[in-house]
């Protein structure tokens, strides 16, 4: 199965600030899928963003993108502006595109956002 | 649309009793995943389905734990005896394509 790390169990950032959340993984297959899930202390997991291995051009949606290295199987998330609603557990989880569906996640980062 | 919708919320069981836990995925979503999740161990799947056969069971831990999805719109989870290493928080997802994985608000399951 493929492993997903994230090698930072807390990090913390002030308010208006950026912050990069890293994240590795190991797969020997060419075609698949990454996330960056949200989880606020509601519990509730939100979709942060998402790309697609075979795409180049690093993802982005509003104040959040992502540094996707392919060669290096990496995958962080930048995070500009930062907010106190920021303030949540983030996870990076691995979807192969070939075999079987089901999301494969790392441990989790825990970013704190200061005033 | 309401989303993925998990009942309970919370529950609180004495060990040995039977749990059974509930979902019921977004309209035309195919695929249904159940996850648990602890602090030691993180985000674990445990089972997968794919319009209502089950994919993946690796995950399920021990006999103790069985999922039907009896159609379209409803799974169970359901763990017989439950014992205090059982408590955790529960997930349900679901998604009709790569893009669409959506959680419900999760069970959090309490053995005593």
């Known amino acids: 199965a493929q492993t997903v790390t994230q090698s930072q169990p807390e990090m913390s950032v002030q308010e208006a600030e950026t912050v990069t959340l890293s994240c590795t993984y190991d797969t020997s297959e060419s075609d698949y899928y990454l996330f960056w899930y949200k989880q606020p202390p509601s519990r509730q997991m939100i979709l942060v963003i998402r790309q697609e291995a075979y795409k180049q051009q690093n993802a982005t949606e509003n104040r959040f993108s992502v540094n996707f290295q392919k060669a290096a199987k990496s995958f962080s998330l930048k995070i500009s502006d930062s907010q106190l609603g920021d303030a949540a557990m983030y996870f990076c989880?691995?979807?192969?595109?070939?075999?079987?569906?089901?999301?494969?996640f790392g441990k989790g980062t825990s970013l704190l956002v200061t005033p | 649309d309401a989303g993925v919708i998990q009942s309970p919320r919370h529950e609180v069981t004495e060990m040995g009793q039977e749990v059974t836990l509930r979902c019921k995925p977004i309209?035309?979503?195919?695929?249904l995943f159940w996850y648990r999740q602890t602090m030691m161990r993180g985000l674990e799947l445990l089972i997968y389905f794919n319009n209502n056969v089950p994919i993946d069971d690796s995950g399920m831990p021990e006999d103790r734990f069985s999922a039907k999805m009896p159609n379209a719109s409803f799974s169970t989870l359901k763990i017989q005896p439950s014992e205090p290493r059982d408590s955790a928080v529960y997930f349900c997802?679901?998604?009709?394509?790569?893009?669409?994985?959506?959680f419900g608000s999760g069970t959090r399951l309490t053995v005593v």
């Open positions: 997802a679901t998604t009709w394509a790569v893009n669409g994985y959506t």
């Open positions: 989880a691995y979807r192969s595109a070939n075999s079987g569906y089901a999301l494969n």
């Open positions: 309209s035309g979503h195919n695929s």
